[in-house]
């Protein structure tokens, strides 16, 4: 089994900036990509971005290209979320997901909060 921890999350203004960890653990060989998913209060949760484990492709959202980067350490078995430019409707849980092979997601992190203030 694969297990993720998510850590960085916290309060900034708008327009600045936060970066997420996600540090996997357990049965890390079968990592084929991870990304992240965000819930906002009263919303469903939506894909927001990842990336291929081994190749490094990464797929973004439309509603974060350009102010978001996704990256590996695969030495470590972390993945980061820089989030710059951020906006008041950026603010959600973040969680980190990890695709073991097909179109599921999962197993999932904990959740770490996001809040922008405008």
């Known amino acids: 089994q694969v297990q993720l921890e998510e850590s960085g999350g916290g309060l900034v203004q708008a327009g600045g900036s936060l970066r997420l960890s996600c540090a996997a653990s357990?049965?890390?060989?079968?990592?084929?990509?991870m990304g992240w998913f965000r819930q906002a209060p009263g919303k469903e949760r939506e894909y927001v971005v990842h990336i291929t484990w081994r190749g490094g492709s990464t797929y973004y959202s439309d509603s974060v290209k350009g102010r978001f980067t996704i990256s590996r350490d695969n030495a470590k078995n972390t993945m980061y979320l820089q989030m710059n430019s951020l906006k008041a409707e950026d603010t959600a849980v973040y969680y980190c997901t990890a695709g073991l092979g097909g179109a599921a997601w999962g197993p999932w992190g904990q959740g770490t909060q996001v809040t922008v203030s405008s």
């Open positions: 357990g049965r890390t060989s079968s990592i084929y990509r």
